[in-house]
């Protein structure tokens, strides 16, 4: 069975710093799923990866997926308030169905 | 756009009761999703359908049922109500399962007393 694990569960950061978020996953799995979730809200989705090495970027979030080593981490760069969020990984068992399992969630907070 | 439309937004349900939360999409979507979030945790998947008239388990589809008539509407029926259920629901829809985003709705927060 799949089974996706987040570290830190909880990170404070203060801004401008850098930091990653690891999301472990323990069979494999054909696509990664980063999402943000801020409180009360819905998820949005900010990358798929699809293929060991695949790196995707958007802003100060960075994205990458090692498929080997089961392993895909969130790079945070100079971090900003507006990046305080809940980030969730998910990942999907390859050649299984379309059940996704997500981590735990990583809650973000950034400081001034 | 309407997106991933959920309802109702919040619900109380006494124990015992059955209710159903609607959830339709207007992107075409083949593929729709139900996940439960319980408090600061993850998604779990409920049910999930790759088209009109089909639909299959997921992680945690016991107490619930689906179906899928339609392309735009995948409702979820809660039967029997029972604390356990208390979470967010969350309805989801993607175009087909790989590699596509996934889109979310706003969320149904139920609480079972």
């Known amino acids: 069975e799949l089974k996706v694990e987040q570290n830190p569960l909880f990170l404070s950061m203060q801004e401008g710093k850098n930091y990653t978020i690891y999301c472990n996953y323990s069979?494999?799995?054909?696509?990664l799923y980063w999402y943000r979730q801020d409180p009360g809200k819905s998820l949005e989705s900010l990358f798929v990866?699809?293929?060991?090495?695949a790196v995707k970027q958007e802003g100060r979030l960075m994205a990458s997926l090692d498929t080997k080593a089961r392993l895909s981490t969130l790079h945070i760069t100079a971090a900003v308030h507006d990046l305080s969020a809940t980030y969730f990984c998910?990942?999907?068992?390859?050649?299984?169905?379309?059940?996704?399992?997500f981590g735990a969630g990583t809650r973000l907070t950034v400081k001034p | 756009n309407a997106g991933v439309t959920q309802t109702p937004k919040f619900r109380i349900l006494k124990i015992g009761q059955s209710m159903t939360l609607q959830c339709a999409q207007d992107?075409?979507?083949?593929?729709m999703y139900w996940y439960r979030q319980d408090p600061g945790m993850g998604l779990k998947l409920i049910y999930y359908?790759?088209?009109?008239?089909?639909?299959d388990k997921g992680e945690v589809p016991n107490g619930y049922n689906v179906s899928r008539s339609t392309t735009e509407d995948f409702p979820l029926r809660l039967e029997l109500a029972a604390p356990s259920q208390t979470s967010v629901y969350f309805c989801?829809?993607?175009?087909?399962?790989?590699?596509?985003?996934?889109?979310f709705g706003e969320g149904s927060w139920l609480t079972v007393v």
């Open positions: 992107m075409n979507h083949n593929y």
């Open positions: 359908s790759v088209g009109a008239g089909i639909t």
């Open positions: 998910a990942a999907n068992q390859k050649g299984g169905n379309n059940d996704m399992r």
């Open positions: 069979t494999t799995s054909d696509r």
């Open positions: 989801a829809s993607s175009i087909q399962s790989s590699g596509n985003t996934i889109y």
């Open positions: 990866l699809l293929s060991n090495g």
